[in-house]
């Protein structure tokens, strides 16, 4: 198995353009999770799904935009890239139910705004 | 809303010291406790988990206690390797408060063991 994977592993924009990151994972999760992570600050949850077709806004949604059209995939978009969406962005997922899940973790993209 | 608070680093060691990293929590609900570790150029794995007052999870040598009358989470090892070198997170899930199983991280603390 291959876990959560994350594509790219590195990005460079600039000012204005647009991307999307896909995260996919092969263990049948329910939720998926888009996180950033800046330095000093831990992670922090940007968008989740809680199953194919829902998506719900974490702590920091703005400038961001997501899709879970398939269960095993879970896309962040970036319409307009800013400098402040310099970051590393980790995909996580796990499975419904128990309150104690462990979150799996894909081992991140490094985006860099110019 | 739910915070988590964790010492700042980086912690200097040397091989076979004693590790100590603080965490304190605030939650309204009834938290899960976790300890995530990063290493170098990797995601986060989880290193280990406490669901309720009083139970300790371990794992690799690590141990944390959920302390409820100290709203801590504590991480020790008695003995570092170079190996553990790596950020600390620590991590609390509330779902009675919400759906998701959605985690809120501290800030993370970077570890360096020399040899």
């Known amino acids: 198995n291959a876990g959560v994977t994350q594509t790219p592993k590195f990005r460079v924009l600039k000012t204005g353009q647009s991307m999307t990151l896909l995260c996919a994972q092969d263990m049948n999760h329910e939720y998926m999770y888009w996180y950033r992570q800046d330095p000093g600050m831990g992670l922090r949850l940007i968008h989740y799904s809680v199953g194919e077709g829902t998506t719900a806004k974490g702590e920091v949604p703005d400038g961001y935009n997501v899709s879970r059209l398939k269960k095993q995939n879970f896309l962040l978009g970036l319409e307009s890239a800013a400098p402040s969406q310099t970051s590393v962005y980790f995909c996580a997922s796990s499975y419904l139910g128990a309150r104690t899940d462990t979150q799996y973790f894909g081992p991140g993209t490094r985006l860099t705004v110019l | ?115």
């Open chain 2, 1 to 115: 809303g739910d915070s988590v608070t964790q010492m700042e680093g980086p912690v200097t060691l040397s091989e076979e010291a004693f590790l100590t990293i603080n965490c304190t929590y605030t939650a309204t609900g009834y938290p899960s406790l976790f300890w995530y570790v990063q290493y170098p150029g990797e995601g986060l794995q989880l290193l280990l988990k406490a669901t309720k007052a009083d139970d300790k999870g371990s794992n690799k040598g690590f141990e944390a206690t959920y302390r409820k009358e100290t709203t801590s989470f504590h991480l020790e090892k008695g003995s570092v390797q170079v190996s553990d070198s790596a950020v600390y997170f620590c991590a609390l899930s509330d779902r009675l408060k919400a759906a998701g199983n959605k985690l809120t991280f501290g800030g993370g603390t970077r570890v360096l063991v020399k040899p």
